[in-house]
């Protein structure tokens, strides 16, 4: 291996070009990386959902209807025409109004007002639309275009369209606010002005390339694309720290230049292989994942934090050599104060933090477990935002409604009619659109119209369109997907098939929480078996994954104490997430206990531990805290706002327990740890007295 650093240094311009060629080819390579918004499309394809939505667009040559557009100041002629106008529109697979449902014809008075008031009402026409999903946000504008001024819409196409509009330009936002952030962060935790530079060229590049590689992929999903270059830059910043300081610390001791950056590798070596690959594993366990986003970002997220390894040491000790006495030259007074105050603290503490620690261990775990889940990315815009405005003002003037397809073999009009009567029971339905509820069961196909038959009849299946009075994501929208299965069930067997948000959102959370169990305990076994062989210990890797999940598990409670649902996406990444990237910091602590400790007594040990660690435990956190605080505060997206929340707020509850829990249980339990460690060759402890 010292060869191979010896080789790298040899060649310090060749190493420095192809860095820099392969970062502008991954800046250009990334602008062909597509982006889906789409939850549903991470669903597993053999889901009974994801099956219906494919035979429906089969079949009918549409899927579920997918929004809601209002217009106001309308007559009845005129609504009948701006549907045509939009029926021609690319991308607009259906649309639903009044004239489907009822004869609008005739005297208007023999409509029921529970159907009429669900499409016109007041001058307002409420159109029910199945837009492309391919083709989302340009089809969302050009029917805004054709609507006109006084119109608005809602729905989880217009969702997805918001988001597509919006994210990119608010991660471009918040990394050029988090960049200079974290520019300062590094100025005033280093001794150079000129280090952070290195440091930010360093990840930059890697990020770039990541960027560039995601190519391979075909597309990633906007959860990836928003979060991963923040949580590359946060979480891999930590490594070029380590060695840089490493470098320095020998450089002060009087050892040649490149000598004492071999020496800093070396050294490093370890520590940044380590903590790289438990953040390769957190990440790589969400590959496991049958719900695809996890793959999505799994993937991405290991790339990036192995590129990020490979930078800092190659191309970093490349840098710094090239660039040592411009570092020499701009060196400056610490502009922190040194932690010796604080880690003699940390020892005097250390049993109460450690009681504290045993007696909120237990409620974190049961209140994280307890939340009010969301599984779906409808709603996803939140109070403030032009989506959340004018969903609601679409459900004030025509009421919350929400559309389920029941698509059955044809042929059985009699059954039809039956089903279509247990249907009209279940309390949350409002109306059915069918041919039995149209034409009646009697009426041959042959004696309506070809418009509205292609709508309702295909060569196979006869399809129901039932709307209930549901947000697409409640227990009663759960409830009524049940009922209408169980129904479906009952009269077809396994040959019915059930399609629309709340029926793909059932099985959402279906799919998820499967994931969440075998997914946790994958990256706990994983990242105790790497801890396990490369602290050669059995007691090490005990105390640092339960220290790290208890502070995932006090991260996960804060909602449940502060009553706010959760969304069960975030819920499931974070535990990866805040596992892979945070057990870095009881990686590094630990890891100078046990160097510590073989020349000093516990105390002493565990001061100069805290001491020579927290600099760089809290520079770390610190940059994980303001990158996902910036996306929990920047980001309109809710699904995105929450994920950034909980980054940030697991970056300060890990470093919190790191700093001031875990020296508290490496000096508790130091007979344990010497005892269960392979050659700890730990200082006798000197008996006291008095």
Known sequence: MERLFHVILNHKKTVAVVFALCAAAGAVLSLGVKVNYTFADYLPEDTPSTIALDTMNEEFGSGAPNARLMIDHMTIPEALAMKRTIQDLDGVMDITWLDDAADVNGPLELIKPEVMEEYYKDGKACFSLTIDSDRILATVEAVRDAAGEDAVMAGAAVDTATATATTSTEVGKIMALVIPLCFVILLLTTTSWFEPVLFMVTIGAAILINMGT???????????????????????????????????????????????????????????????????????????????????????????????????????????????????????????????????????????????????????????????????????????????????????????????????????????????????????????????????????????DEETLSKLISPNYSRMVISISTKQESHDAFKTVEKLRKLGQAHYGDAYLLAGESATTYDMKDVTTRDMTRVNQIAICAIFLILLLTMRSLSIPVILVLIIETSIWVNLSVPYFAGKSLQYIGYLIISAIQLGATVDYAILMAGRYLEERRSLQKDQAVIQTVKQTALSILTSASILTLGGAMLGALSTNGVLKELGTLVGRGAVLSAAFVLLVLPGVLYLFDKWIARTTWKSNFVKEEKRHG
């Open 214 to 448: 995601n190519l391979l992929f075909g597309e990633i999903s906007f959860v990836t694309r928003a979060a991963c270059s923040i949580l590359q830059l946060a979480v891999s910043m930590d490594y070029s720290i380590f060695l840089l300081h490493r470098f320095s610390a020998y450089r002060s001791e009087g050892m040649e230049v490149r000598d004492a950056m071999i020496k800093a590798i070396k050294k490093s070596f370890f520590t940044i292989t380590a903590s790289g690959l438990t953040t390769v594993i957190g990440f790589a366990a969400l590959i496991l994942m049958e719900f695809r986003i996890g793959p999505d970002m799994g993937m991405v997220m290991a790339k990036a934090i192995a590129l990020s390894m490979i930078s800092v040491l190659v191309l970093l000790p490349v840098l710094a050599l090239m660039s040592y006495k411009v570092i020499d030259k701009t060196q400056h007074k610490r502009l922190l104060p040194e932690f010796g105050g604080f880690a003699k603290f940390v020892l005097k503490a250390r049993a109460p933090a450690v009681i504290l620690f045993l007696v909120i261990m237990a409620p974190a775990f049961l209140a994280q477990g307890s939340n009010d889940f969301r599984y779906g990315a409808g709603e996803i815009f939140w109070p403030g935002t032009d989506a959340y405005a004018e969903r609601a003002q679409v459900e004030r003037d025509f009421g919350r409604t929400n559309q389920l397809v029941l698509m059955v073999p044809k042929g059985d009009t009699a059954k039809e009619q039956r089903l279509s009567q247990e249907i009209h029971q279940i309390p949350q339905v409002t109306n059915v659109l069918s041919y039995v509820d149209i034409a009646g069961p009697e009426v041959p196909l042959e004696y309506v």
